[in-house]
C-alpha cells in the first residue's frame, strides 16, 4: 500500500511563503512580528506594463509550460525504466497525477536567474494545481488552458491583441507569408506587418519599391529586383523603368542621372565645389589658394587667398621674404604656404621678443676644479714616480724593478683616473 501525501484543508488556506529571495524575506518578517498578514511590496511593474528590454508575458507564459512539460518527462524517466513491469505500472498509476510528483515538476520549472518565470508561477501556481487535479481530462493542453484561456496572456497562432483578431492577410497566412505580423500570438502589438526585402502592401501582397511581379498566382507571389536605379519597373532590363529613384530621371523608359551641379539642386558652401555622383552629387573643399572656386586645384579659383598670387591661370604662393617684412635686428625670414615667419639668425636665440646671441660658456682649466684633497693625492702620486724611478735608475735598468716602477704607475693613475675620469676627459678633449 502507498500513501501519497495530501495537504489538510487549513494549509491551502495558510499564506504560502512566496518564491524569490526578497518577497521570501519580506514574508518571513511579517510572520517574525506576527502580523495579521505577509507584508507585501511591489517590487516590480504588473504583467501588462512590461519594458521592451523583458520578454512578453506570453513567451514567459510559454516557456513555463514547456519547462513543466519537460519535467513530466524527466519525472516518470528518474522513476521507472526497468524492473518489474507489473508492479511499476501499479505504481506508475498512483504516481501519474500525484501531488508529490506535482511538486517535483514545479520545483525545477523555472531557472534561478529567471525573475520572470517565478513571478508568473507565484500568480499561476494555484491555477496549475487546479488543472493537475480537476482540468487535465478536459483541457489536456496546458499552454491553451493556463496562458490563453485563464491568464489571458496568449492568442492562437495568426492572431494578435486583447481581442485576439486575425493578423492582415488572415489568421491562417499572417501578412501573405512574406512577413511577420507584430504581436502574433499575444494579447499586444498593434498587428502591422513588418515584409521580407522587396515586399510590400498593408499584408505583404503587393511587390515593394525597387521591385516587380516575376511570378503570381492566388496564393503565391515572387517579387524581383528591378534595375538599379529603377523605382517602379515591369521587368528587369534597363528599359523597363516606369518611375524612378532620387537623383535619375526618366527618359524613354530609362533612368539617367541628374548632374545635380548644373542645376540649382545642388546647395555647397562657399569655399566648396560641386563633384557629381550616380543618383546624387558630393561638396568638397576648395585648395588652399583659392577663395571660392570652380573645381579641385589652384587653376579653378575664383579668387585668389591672401598669400596668394594669380599667376597665368593658377594662385601661386607669394614669397614674402623677397620684401624687407622682418626688420627686427638679427631676424631673418622664412616663407611658408601663403603666408611667412620672422626668426632669429643662427648663433642666436629669441628672449623677450628680441633676438640676442647666445653665450657659449668657457671651459675651466684641466686642474681648476680639483679640491685640495685631489691635489694632495696628485703630489703622492708624483713623488711616487719619482721615487720609483730613482729606485729604477739605481738597479742600473734591473727588469725586476722596471716592471715595479711600471706597475706603480699604473696603479696611481688608475686610482686617479677613476675619479676624475669625467674631468680628465673633458680637458683632454677642450684642450685643457
Known amino acids: 500500500m502507498s500513501c501519497v501525501y495530501r495537504s489538510p484543508a487549513w494549509e491551502k488556506m495558510a499564506p504560502r511563503a512566496p518564491r524569490g529571495l526578497a518577497p521570501a524575506l519580506l514574508w518571513g518578517l511579517s510572520l517574525f512580528l506576527g502580523l495579521p498578514g505577509p507584508v507585501w511590496v511591489q517590487l516590480s511593474p504588473p504583467l501588462k506594463s512590461s519594458s521592451p528590454t523583458e520578454p512578453h508575458p506570453c513567451h514567459t507564459c510559454r516557456g513555463l509550460v514547456d519547462s513543466f512539460n519537460k519535467g513530466l518527462e524527466r519525472t516518470i524517466r528518474d522513476n521507472f525504466g526497468g524492473g518489474n513491469t507489473a508492479w511499476e505500472e501499479e505504481k506508475l498509476s498512483k504516481y501519474k497525477d500525484s501531488e508529490t510528483r506535482l511538486v517535483e515538476v514545479l520545483e525545477g520549472v523555472c531557472s534561478k536567474s529567471d525573475f520572470e518565470c517565478h513571478r508568473l508561477l507565484e500568480l499561476s501556481e494555484e491555477l496549475v494545481e487546479s488543472w493537475w487535479f480537476h482540468k487535465q481530462q478536459e483541457a489536456p493542453d496546458l499552454f491553451q ?176 621674404c623677397e620684401m624687407a617684412v622682418c626688420p627686427g635686428e638679427n631676424e631673418q625670414c622664412e616663407n611658408t604656404e601663403g603666408s611667412y615667419r620672422c626668426v632669429c639668425a643662427e648663433g642666436y636665440k629669441q628672449i623677450e621678443g628680441i633676438c640676442v646671441k647666445e653665450q657659449i660658456p668657457e671651459s675651466a682649466g684641466f686642474f681648476s676644479e680639483m679640491t685640495e684633497d685631489e691635489l694632495v693625492v696628485l703630489q703622492q702620486m708624483f713623488f711616487g714616480v719619482i721615487i720609483c724611478a730613482l729606485a729604477t735608475l739605481a738597479a742600473k735598468g734591473d727588469l725586476v724593478f722596471t716592471a715595479i716602477f711600471i706597475g706603480a704607475v699604473a696603479a696611481m693613475t688608475g686610482y686617479w683616473l677613476s675619479e676624475r675620469s669625467d674631468r680628465v676627459l673633458e680637458g683632454f678633449i677642450k684642450g685643457r
Not at 515593394?208 to 538599379?228: D, K, T
Not at 532620387?246 to 527618359?251: D, E, N, R, V, Y
Not at 551641379?261 to 588652399?288: I, L, M
Request: aromatic letters at 6%; one cysteine or more; a negative charge.
Open 145 to 320: 488552458w493556463l496562458c490563453s484561456d485563464s491568464l489571458k496572456l496568449c492568442c492562437p497562432s495568426g492572431t494578435f491583441g486583447p481581442s485576439c483578431l486575425p493578423c492582415p492577410g488572415g489568421a491562417e497566412r499572417p501578412c501573405g507569408g512574406y512577413g511577420q505580423c507584430e504581436g502574433e500570438g499575444t494579447r499586444g502589438g498593434s498587428g502591422h506587418c513588418d515584409c521580407q526585402a522587396g515586399y510590400g502592401g498593408e499584408a505583404c501582397g503587393q511587390c515593394g519599391l525597387g521591385y516587380f511581379e516575376a511570378q503570381r498566382n492566388a496564393s503565391h507571389l515572387v517579387c524581383s529586383a528591378c534595375f538599379g536605379p529603377c523605382a517602379r519597373c515591369s521587368g528587369p532590363e534597363e528599359s523597363n523603368c516606369l518611375q524612378c529613384k532620387k537623383g535619375w530621371a526618366l527618359h524613354h523608359l530609362k533612368c539617367v542621372d541628374i548632374d545635380e551641379c548644373g542645376t540649382e539642386r545642388a546647395s555647397c558652401g562657399a569655399h566648396q565645389f560641386c563633384v557629381n555622383t550616380e543618383g546624387s552629387y558630393e561638396c568638397r573643399d576648395c585648395a588652399k589658394a583659392c577663395l571660392g572656386c570652380m573645381g579641385a586645384g589652384p587653376g579653378r579659383c575664383k579668387k585668389c587667398s591672401p598669400g596668394y598670387q594669380q599667376v597665368g591661370s593658377k594662385c601661386l604662393d607669394v614669397d614674402e
